[in-house]
């Protein structure tokens, strides 16, 4: 049944299958290519037909009470399906339209265009000329709203779908684009309005959420409270992380992921990126890099803080392995390059693992006047060198001002170990007055060397102080 909307009640016209052949036919002409419709005109009468005075006075007649069956012309067929509904034509239905245009009442009896054209098969709204199935164009605010009311799981108030098995590159389910060339306003923009997600990405074996840009964000979150950009492996195997940067550039400087704290006086333990490991055994890592040439797994550069630092409460600061080069590596202009603090384990540890004798463990540089590497204890030891190879050094310290230095308190400032090897050497290379090896201390011993068969504390210097 097809039911136009006049616009009032009192001008309804319901027209169903009842109305003869020749009237539809007229109808649906209109709708689809345009029509010009005329008075239709009564033909004459046959026989028990009711006279037009009867007709005219009898508006809402009573069930059983329209007189004859025999209809005799198209006007009183339209006359009387009006009546059945309880409604009537004020008068005959004219009008005429645009080829391809989906016709409209535009009045109480005439019939128009509207806005909807139909194409090629295809429907626009707004346009002519629809380049899609269904092409919809406005110019407020919104131009398509989906409203759904239902409380039941997955309701949607809109989807697309894509299905085929075997979809091109590049295809969607729904594609948002934003054609402007400025920064503002979004290709697809997702809110919710309590606690849940405002965009929400899931694929069974692919990316859930993915973003492409050739010189922005890919993707790009922002929250006031709670969490700019959230992932998650929610699977107990496999090793897929929750969130995955990469990059392919080749430039100096390039980033797979990139975090910043913008507050200009952050507050303490504030992070760029950071890791946390939930677990209460031995394995794993809050943060973990690696690099598989001759760089940095991890590096950290501060201009006056720490490049980077560790804290323990009773486990390893920092912890540094190496292979064949230097386990941990710190660089700073004007602070410290590595700081390791722990309350009852190693503030910092460095460990070779190989046994051909190369490699440094904890290598310590400093290009001004400084310390390469200093140790201070209020109750134990400042700096202590363990050696376990015969011929092997516990501490060593070069250069042109102090090659070791330790200052205590209470305990030893510098403190060597060797079994077979030196425990503590000093050298100073430059013909200029230095000191090999240098303790301070206010209560215990400055120099502390122990060896069960070669040197305790060995010193040599050509103009200066070997041992002091």
């Not at 398509?144 to 949607?156: F, H, P, Y």
């Amino acid at each position: 049944m097809i039911t136009p909307q006049f616009p009032s009640v009192r001008h309804c016209l319901t027209l169903s299958d009842a109305l003869p052949s020749v009237l539809s036919g007229v109808i649906v002409a209109g709708l689809i290519g345009g029509f010009s419709l005329q008075p239709l005109q009564a033909q004459p009468p046959q026989t028990n037909a009711k006279s037009s005075a009867a007709n005219a006075t009898d508006e809402t007649p009573s069930d059983g009470a329209e007189g004859s069956d025999i209809i005799t012309s198209t006007a009183e067929q339209v006359d009387r399906t009006a009546r059945s509904v309880g409604t009537r034509a004020i008068s005959t239905i004219t009008g005429e339209g645009t080829a391809g245009k989906i016709a409209k009442f535009t009045g109480p009896n005439q019939i128009g265009d509207s806005i909807i054209t139909e194409s090629a098969g295809s429907i626009g709204i707004g346009t002519a000329t629809p380049p899609s199935r269904l092409t919809v164009i406005g110019g407020g605010a919104i131009t398509i709203q989906g409203d759904n009311l239902s409380t039941a799981i997955n309701a949607v108030g809109i989807q697309g779908r894509i299905t085929s098995a075997a979809p091109g590159t590049g295809s969607a389910g729904v594609r948002g684009i934003n054609n402007s060339t400025s920064g503002s306003g979004s290709g697809v923009y997702g809110s919710h309005a309590g606690s849940g997600f405002g965009v929400y990405g899931f694929s069974p074996s692919g990316r859930g959420l993915y973003g492409l840009s050739t010189s922005g964000y890919g993707v790009l979150g922002s929250s006031t409270s709670g969490y700019g950009v959230y992932g998650l492996h929610i699977g107990t195997t496999g090793t897929k992380p929750g969130v995955y940067g990469r990059t392919s550039s080749t430039d100096a400087g390039a980033i797979g992921v990139h975090g910043v704290v913008n507050a200009p006086t952050a507050g303490a333990d504030s992070a760029g990126v950071r890791g946390d490991n939930t677990g209460t055994n031995s394995n794993g890592s809050g943060v973990f890099g690696s690099h598989a040439g001759s760089g940095s797994g991890i590096y950290g550069t501060a201009p006056s803080g720490y490049g980077v630092s560790g804290n323990s409460s009773g486990g390893i600061g920092i912890y540094g392995n190496s292979t064949s080069n230097v386990g941990v590596y710190g660089n700073s202009d004007s602070s410290r390059g590595v700081f390791g603090q722990s309350n009852t384990g190693n503030a910092v540890e460095g460990r070779v693992i190989t046994s051909s004798g190369s490699g440094i463990a904890v290598y310590g540089f400093h290009q001004g006047s400084g310390y390469g590497m200093y140790g201070r204890s209020a109750g134990g030891v400042g700096i202590q060198g363990l050696s376990d190879a015969n011929g092997g050094i516990g501490i060593w310290g070069i250069g042109p001002g102090i090659g070791t230095r330790g200052d205590s308190t209470n305990g030893t400032g510098v403190y060597g170990e060797s079994a077979t090897g030196t425990a503590v050497l000093g050298n100073i290379t430059a013909t200029s007055t230095g000191i090999g090896v240098q303790g301070i201390a206010t209560n215990g011993p400055g120099v502390r060397g122990s060896s069960g068969g070669g040197h305790g504390v060995h010193g040599s210097s050509s103009s200066g102080n070997g041992v002091y």
